[in-house]
C-alpha cells in the first residue's frame, strides 16, 4: 500500500522530543519514529523492543541490545545512544523526570549492554521504558540539535520503522517507510504517511467520511451517529485507560478549600446518562480518578471491590448536591471551567456540566482553548491562572497506576494543579513503589487511592472506549489505546 492520510486527535503537538511529547497522539507518533527499550504487544503486555531486560538485582537493570539497530541515516544505534537518550529524559527539565527519581546511575557496562543503578526498588520503572519514555534518540544528532529537537526546525534522528519525512508547521507532519529497519517482525506495510491536526469535529467527520483522511486516534464521540452511515469506512471500539474528569485546577480555587463544595461536584454528575448522550453509548460510567485497565490485568479482580464501594458514594443526587453547597457556604459562586476549543465532547460535557452546576446554585463561566494551549495548561499554571477547574482527559500508558499517581497526587507531580499533599499518600507510595510482589503491591495502591479520592479534587465522569474509524481499504488497525507506546501505523495494511 502506498500511502495513508491519519489524524491527530489532540492536534499538532509542541514537540516530538520522546520525553517532553505534551499528547496521546504525539505519544503515539514518537512511538513509531523512535524505537523504545521495551514495547508493548497488542494486549498492552511489556514485551522487549530494542532490548532485552535483566533484573540482577531489586535494584540493578540491564538492558542488553537485541538487534543490530541503525538509525535513519545508517549510523549503528550504540549503548553510548542509550546512556545519551536515558539522560536526556532523566534531565531535571523533562516530563519524565520524575520517572528517574531512583535512578542512580547509568552507564554502558559492555558494547551491548547498559545498566541503570537505582536507590531503591522502583516497581513502574520498567513500564515506562515503552514508548516515549524508553526512546533513543543518535547522541550525536540529538547535541547538534539542542533545545530545537523535536521541532519542526530540529527534528528526529531514531531507528523506528518510519522516518520523519517532513514536519510542515500548522499542516501536517509527513512520515516515510523506514526500508532499512531491523526489526523484520514489525516492517511498515505502508510506504508514506500524512499525518494531520484536525480537532474540529464536524470538519474530522467531513474529511472521514468523504475518505479524505483514512482515519485517526482520538475520534470524537459525538461524531458516531454520523459515521456510522458512513460509506468509505466502519467504527471500531477499543479499550482504553483514560478518563474524562473535571479536575480543580489550582490552589486558590475556592474547590481547593471547600471539602463540601468538592463532594457536591461528585452528586451533580449523571454519569450514566452522559455515557450515552454524549458517548453514545462508547464509554462506561466512571467515577475514580484512575481507569480500571490502568491495572496489571492479574490485579485487575482485586480493585472490584474498592471501585464498586467509591461508586457508591458518588450516585447522581442533586438534592444532595444542593445541600453540600449550602453547607458550603458557596452558593452563587462563579466558577471558570477551561474547555478545548473545536472538540464537541469536551463541548457538550462542560454545557452539561454549566447546566447541573446552575441547578445546585453555581455559575459555570467557560474558558475555551485552542489545542497547542490547552495542552500547555496541562503542564503549566501560568497557562491554567486563576481556573478554577479543567475539563480534561487522561490516563496511564501503561499497565501500572503507580506511574500516573506519582504525576497527579505527589505533592510535586506535574499534573498535581489542585497542591495535594498527604504525608500518608507519598509514605504509602514510597512502599509501594519499592515492592515488586503485585499482590502486596496492588494492595498499597488501593490504599493509596482511597486518601486521594477521599479528597474528591477529580471528578471522574466516562471511562471511554477507544473510537476509531477506519476506511474499508484498510485493514490490521490497533484499536485501543496502546497505539501510544507501540509502532501501531506498521500494522495498517496488513490485512482486512
Not at 532523566?90 to 531512583?102: H, N
Not at 558494547?111 to 520498567?126: C, E, H, K
Not at 517482525?185 to 491536526?197: D, I, K, P, Y
Not at 453547607?327 to 463541548?347: H, P, Q, R, Y
Request: aromatic share 8%.
Amino acid at each position: 500500500m502506498k500511502s495513508i492520510t491519519w489524524n491527530m486527535g489532540s492536534g499538532e503537538p509542541a514537540t516530538l522530543d520522546p520525553p517532553n511529547v505534551p499528547t496521546y497522539s504525539a505519544m503515539a507518533v514518537v512511538s513509531n519514529l523512535c524505537d523504545s527499550l521495551m514495547s508493548v504487544d497488542e494486549t498492552g503486555t511489556v514485551v522487549p523492543g530494542l532490548a532485552n531486560v535483566t533484573q540482577e538485582t531489586p535494584t540493578r537493570l540491564v538492558f542488553t541490545l537485541r538487534g543490530q539497530a541503525t538509525f535513519w541515516d545508517g549510523t549503528p544505534l550504540t549503548t553510548d545512544d542509550v546512556v545519551y537518550s536515558l539522560q536526556h529524559a532523566a534531565a531535571p527539565t523533562s516530563f519524565l523526570a520524575p520517572t528517574f527519581a531512583k535512578v542512580t546511575n547509568i552507564a554502558a557496562i559492555s558494547n551491548t549492554q547498559v545498566a541503570l543503578d537505582f536507590s531503591a526498588p522502583d516497581a513502574a520503572f520498567l513500564p515506562t521504558m515503552a514508548g516515549p519514555g524508553g526512546a533513543v534518540i543518535e547522541r550525536a544528532f540529538g547535541e547538534k540539535a539542542g533545545a530545537a529537537i523535536g521541532t519542526p526546525s530540529g527534528g528526529l534522528m531514531c531507528s523506528g520503522p518510519f522516518k520523519l519525512d517532513k514536519w510542515n508547521a500548522g499542516t501536517d507532519i509527513r512520515l516515510v517507510k523506514n526500508e532499512a529497519y531491523w526489526d523484520k517482525e514489525r516492517q511498515a506495510h505502508v510506504s508514506s504517511v500524512r499525518l494531520t491536526f484536525v480537532t474540529d469535529t464536524s470538519a474530522l467527520t467531513q474529511a472521514l467520511t468523504t475518505g479524505e483522511i483514512d482515519g485517526g486516534w482520538e475520534i470524537p464521540a459525538t461524531a458516531i451517529p454520523a459515521l456510522k452511515s458512513a460509506t468509505t469506512g466502519s467504527i471500531f471500539y477499543g479499550e482504553t485507560t483514560s478518563v474524562w474528569s473535571l479536575r480543580v485546577a489550582n490552589p486558590s480555587s475556592p474547590l481547593a478549600k471547600n471539602a463540601d463544595l468538592r463532594q457536591a461536584l461528585q452528586h451533580m454528575i449523571d454519569r450514566t446518562a452522559i455515557s450515552e448522550a454524549v458517548f453514545h453509548g462508547a464509554a462506561r460510567p466512571w467515577s475514580t480518578a484512575i481507569s480500571p485497565n490502568s491495572w496489571p490485568v492479574a490485579a485487575r479482580d482485586a480493585t472490584n471491590t474498592d471501585y464498586k464501594k467509591i461508586a457508591g458514594q458518588r450516585t447522581y443526587d442533586l438534592e444532595l448536591a444542593r445541600k453540600l453547597v449550602d453547607k458550603s457556604g458557596a452558593k452563587g459562586t462563579t466558577l471558570e471551567l477551561i474547555v478545548a476549543s473545536g472538540d464537541d465532547t469536551a463541548s457538550q460535557l462542560a454545557q452539561l456540566v454549566q447546566a447541573q452546576m446552575a441547578k445546585v446554585g453555581l455559575t459555570v463561566k467557560l474558558r475555551a482553548l485552542q489545542p497547542i494551549q490547552y495542552a500547555q495548561a496541562m503542564y503549566d499554571p501560568a497557562v491554567r491562572g486563576s481556573s478554577d477547574l479543567m475539563l480534561s482527559i487522561g490516563g496511564d500508558v501503561v499497565q501500572e497506576p503507580l506511574t500516573s499517581i506519582r504525576y497527579y497526587f505527589l505533592p510535586d507531580g506535574l499534573y498535581n494543579w489542585d497542591g495535594f499533599n498527604d504525608p500518608e499518600v507519598a509514605t504509602l507510595y514510597g512502599q509501594a513503589i519499592t515492592e515488586l510482589d503485585l499482590s502486596k503491591r496492588t494492595s498499597l495502591t488501593l490504599q493509596i487511592q482511597a486518601l486521594f479520592e477521599a479528597r474528591a479534587a477529580t471528578v471522574a465522569i466516562v471511562n471511554p472506549y477507544q473510537v476509531n474509524f477506519v476506511n474499508k481499504r484498510l485493514g490490521g488497525v490497533i484499536t485501543s489505546s496502546v497505539v501510544a507506546t507501540m509502532p501501531s501505523l506498521t500494522y495498517i495494511g496488513a490485512g482486512k
